[in-house]
């Protein structure tokens, strides 16, 4: 039990240091990094943003700079670093899944068809608080518990642990005889 | 000789250190947007309320409602908002002021105030007494309203922290020259049912305007028959375009 969490942290790290290993791929997670924090602010509320985005683009910083001081009256410092750490994870979790793709190759085992389920079913589950907006619950999340972060956490939970069985793609996972467990 | 798995363990601790001081540095930088330094203007003591009990043309019952500029005004703008909506504090703060000195002291628009309470049960206790401050008020020195109304979103704490409870609102209304606080209390005491019935109304009517959300806004020209619909603290050249479209139209 405790060598089987100790792989999952492992692979954690792993999959943590990976975005790191080059100047590109670091880069590409902030790319993303950066794109998922603005998508998810702007989807707490999707009628004010569609509404000054639509007018003038230039209008990015106020709608992003009135959303995040939003966020925080909100949900407070929990809410907003929940939001920042889904953000960051997403990026990971993308360039990981770009890797395993890679190194596996689209239709090998561990390839476009073993990483893609699992990152589109984690990336759903974790915008959720997102999607509600999107989909006109705004003012929803304000009511939901704790206004929302436990729909956040429990997303972000779940695409660590996406994370935690992928691992370093460069590092192919040999499972342990059944008798080591 | 570092390891492969040492320089695997510096960098997950790197990106861990990196990911913790960006996620420290938007978290403070959210909690220092969050509090704006801006005062409110001193022009929004200037405009002249008036109520009315009429209906208007978009299906607006203003009775019990405070409305903030010239009875003649050309334009209507129906502000729905939570005393606990942040957002609201927001466009109270930044944007409401410059409409006021631009369009509502010059006798273009007025703005009916109305309470969208949907946040909790203290955004309700607020949205009651709001009612009752206006009902003491609009007879003699409705432009006292604003006053308390400012005073309120200058008490705005955290939401469900006990600042929208009765007794705190209370207190706020003690501070604020011009409005009996001991006969608000009577009035929360006898006619919370009835004004709780009606808010629930006017919520049910924002409803059906699709509004979900605060702020929100609907301007409209009653010689048109034409509306535009604004929602959130947008910036006040926002609310400039919308308006100077409906004129121009």
């Known amino acids: 039990m405790t060598d089987r969490l100790g792989r999952h942290v492992s692979r954690l ?22 794109t998922t924090y603005c998508l998810l602010v702007l989807s707490t509320f999707p009628t004010y943003s569609l509404q000054l985005l639509g007018a003038d683009l230039g209008y990015l910083d106020e709608a992003l700079l009135a959303l995040t001081a939003n966020t925080y009256r909100t949900t407070g410092a929990v809410g907003l670093a929940l939001v920042v750490a889904y953000a960051v994870t997403t990026g990971v979790a993308l360039t990981v899944a770009i890797g395993r793709v890679r190194v596996a190759g689209r239709g090998g085992a561990g390839g476009l068809s073993t990483v ?8 759903c589950a974790s915008c959720g608080a997102g999607v509600l907006g999107l989909l006109g619950f705004a003012g929803a999340l304000a009511t939901l518990p704790f206004h929302g972060n436990l729909l956040r956490l429990a997303g972000l939970l779940l695409l660590v642990g996406y ?3 992928l691992g370093d793609p460069r590092q192919c996972s040999v499972a342990p005889p059944a008798d080591s467990e | 000789m570092d390891g492969p798995d040492s320089i695997s363990t ?7 250190v990196g990911t913790v001081v960006a996620g420290g540095g938007v978290v403070y930088a959210g909690s220092q947007l969050g509090s704006d330094p801006t ?3 001193s022009s929004r003591d200037r405009p002249p309320f008036h109520a009315s009990s009429e209906s208007t043309g978009f299906g607006i019952d203003l009775s019990g409602h405070p409305i903030m500029g ?7 703008m129906y502000y729905w908002s939570d005393y606990q909506c942040p957002f609201c504090q927001r466009f109270e703060t930044n944007t409401l002021p410059k409409l006021v000195d631009t369009h509502v002291a010059t006798g273009t628009v007025r703005v009916v105030f109305i309470q969208f309470p949907y946040l909790s049960t203290g955004s309700l206790t607020a949205a009651v007494m709001d009612r009752c401050v206006w009902r003491q008020l609009r007879g003699e020195t409705p432009r006292r309203y604003l006053a308390w109304h400012s005073a309120v979103f200058d008490e705005q704490g955290e939401q469900g922290s006990g600042w929208a409870a009765e007794d705190n609102l209370l207190e706020v209304t003690r501070e604020v020259d011009g409005v009996d606080a001991a006969a608000v209390e009577s009035c929360l005491q006898r006619d919370r049912a009835g004004i709780e019935s009606s808010i629930s109304a006017d919520v049910d009517r924002a409803r059906r305007l699709d509004i979900g959300a605060t702020p929100a806004f609907i301007i409209y020209d009653p010689a048109t028959d ?3 619909k604004l929602v ?7 609310f400039d375009t919308a308006i100077a479209e409906l004129r121009n139209a």
Do not use: C
């Open chain 1, 13 to 34: 790290l792993g999959s943590f240091a990976y975005p790191l290993t080059t100047r590109g791929r670091t880069l590409g997670t902030i790319s993303v990094a950066v």
């Open chain 1, 116 to 123: 893609l389920p699992g990152l589109l079913a984690s990336g």
């Open chain 1, 163 to 165: 994370l935690a069985r």
């Open chain 2, 10 to 16: 510096r960098r997950a601790l790197l990106a861990s």
């Open chain 2, 39 to 41: 005062g409110r203007s």
């Open chain 2, 70 to 76: 010239s009875t003649d005004a050309s334009l209507e």
């Open chain 2, 226 to 228: 034409r509306a535009v």
């Open chain 2, 232 to 238: 959130g603290a947008q910036p006040s050249e926002r």
